[in-house]
């Protein structure tokens, strides 16, 4: 699947320079600077705008939060004080590091396909297709965790939403309704995220606000060691904190990637921790324990509590509101990781194609499709699931960055962490021991589901090649991006130069 053949699908053309070196003595492996040559004619795709900070910003705090829907479970699952300190501290091991791998490589190849094009490029397409197939699995399936959300914060008010025939019609049509958002374009999904984000911020700084006079930091210690449910409270902190590299597959829809993806990444992950550790310190501070009560919708209690009837309806609002931001936040991500993977050539060539509004049209389709297929799933089996075909994903994206940083280590890096090798490998170790705990943690049936999972991904990869050579099917490398596997020649070429 890797002939070059051309297709014109990018909204600029571009051309990489490999043969010499920049003013910082670095090889630009991956630079990529515009090609005098104008194009023959004009294409839909140069009228679409590209993405601003404000947005892209809210676009990353949807694809990992969204607000502190669902951290109720840490307080159930290990009590007040180790809640807390998981989303104070888990954020170092995990959240930072991955913020900073993405917004390394993420520059690097600014492109759409994300993660997928790291690892193509440091390990070969093989295994590149199999990050995109991980990689996009999970988030179809996180993504149907949405519009069931969605719907059981409404049941409470509508109890005909709870079950049966109105149930799976509401679930079609909100789907249908927040897939034509997705149609109609990024730009439009981003200040939809800014509107909705705020909207679901603001009724927990009133709460915070509030309860300032009912707060008692002495609740915030409770701790029962012996009492620890530490499968809940890892997947609570791992599910609610991860996903930091799904804006990589965006990368080539945002205004000036280099510069604007780190700020973003930084103020995402400010943005992120902030929504949880208030709330939370609101919620534990200031209301009796009973760590039984701390299940999803918890806060709804709590701002009843605290504010009354209308700050409870404003936080289920805000509630329903976040899951429609995930779902458009997700699903961009998904499709435009298709699009991205069919520009390479891994992907049948129809994959590239876009609407008139510069969205992929079938990876649209294609992430619907999976959503409805897997709403039926229960919330801990998604949950569980996902988590652990994310985990194989960031396996493979630790090793690439790796690698990368070993193969290429003169490469240019517009965004670079300031560490070596050295530091690269140790950064890697405290987020990959905790992988390792949360497959370890993993049930036999989620375990079995996934592995087959896996196998399905290692032999569909064949499969498509060998359609690739009987010419079943077209598969085309779009000409405005750089042939990896040639880069990577004249990269070495120039070094032992």
Request: aromatic fraction near 12%; glycine fraction near 8%.
């Amino acid at each position: 699947m890797q002939k070059r053949r051309i297709i014109t699908v990018n909204p600029s053309s571009a051309s990489v320079e490999m043969s010499h070196f920049n003013s910082n003595n670095e090889v630009p492996y991956s630079t990529v600077v515009d090609d005098e040559t104008p194009s023959p004619s004009p294409k839909a795709t140069d009228k679409i705008r590209k993405v601003s900070m404000l947005p892209l910003i809210f676009l990353i705090f949807y694809e990992v939060s969204g607000g502190p829907f669902g951290v109720e479970d840490s307080v159930n699952a290990a009590g007040p004080l180790l809640a807390l300190l998981g989303f104070v501290i888990f954020p170092f091991i995990w959240s930072i590091p991955e913020a900073l791998i993405t917004a390394e490589m993420g520059t690097m190849f600014p492109e759409n396909g994300g993660y997928v094009v790291w690892v193509s490029s440091a390990l070969g397409p093989f295994w590149g297709f199999q990050q995109g197939w991980m990689k996009w699995l999970s988030g179809v399936i996180d993504n149907a965790l949405y519009p069931v959300l969605f719907l059981d914060y409404l049941k409470s008010g509508i109890p005909a939403l709870g079950s049966g025939l109105p149930r799976v019609a509401a679930i079609l049509v909100l789907t249908l309704m927040l897939t034509y958002l997705n149609y109609r374009g990024l730009t439009i999904v981003g200040w939809a995220a800014v509107a909705m984000g705020v909207f679901s911020i603001l009724p927990f700084a009133v709460m915070g606000l509030i309860s300032i006079p009912q707060l008692e930091p002495s609740r915030w210690l409770v701790m029962d060691l012996g009492n620890v449910n530490w499968n809940l409270y890892l997947n609570t902190l791992f599910w609610n904190l991860n996903y930091w590299d799904s804006i990589s597959t965006l990368a080539g829809e945002v205004e000036n990637p280099n510069q604007t993806l780190p700020k973003a990444l930084y103020y995402g992950v400010i943005l992120v921790a902030l929504s949880y550790i208030f709330p939370l310190l609101t919620g534990t501070g200031a209301i009796p324990l009973e760590r039984e009560l701390w299940t999803d919708g918890y806060f709804s209690d709590v701002a009843k509590a605290l504010g009354g009837a209308w700050l409870r309806w404003w936080v289920q609002a805000a509630a329903a509101t976040s899951n429609m931001g995930m779902f458009l936040a997700e699903m961009s991500s998904d499709s435009f990781q298709l699009l991205g993977m069919a520009e390479r050539g891994m992907l049948p060539e129809f994959f590239a194609k876009r609407s008139r509004y510069g969205t992929p049209l079938l990876g649209i389709l294609f992430s619907a499709s999976g959503v409805v297929l897997l709403s039926w799933l229960s919330f801990q089996e998604i949950v569980a699931a996902e988590n652990l075909l994310y985990c194989f994903g960031m396996i493979l994206e630790f090793i690439a960055f790796v690698r990368m940083r070993m193969k290429h280590p003169a490469a240019s890096r517009p965004y670079k962490i300031p560490i070596g090798t050295v530091g690269s490998i140790l950064m890697c170790v405290p987020p990959t021991l905790l992988i390792c705990a949360v497959v370890a943690l993993s049930s036999l049936k989620v375990a079995a589901v996934s592995f087959v999972m896996l196998i399905i991904g290692f032999v569909m990869h064949p499969c498509l090649n060998h359609m690739d050579r009987k010419k079943i099917l077209k598969f085309s490398i779009s000409s405005d991006l750089p042939d990896l596997q040639q880069e990577t020649r004249e990269c070495q070429e120039t070094l032992i130069r």
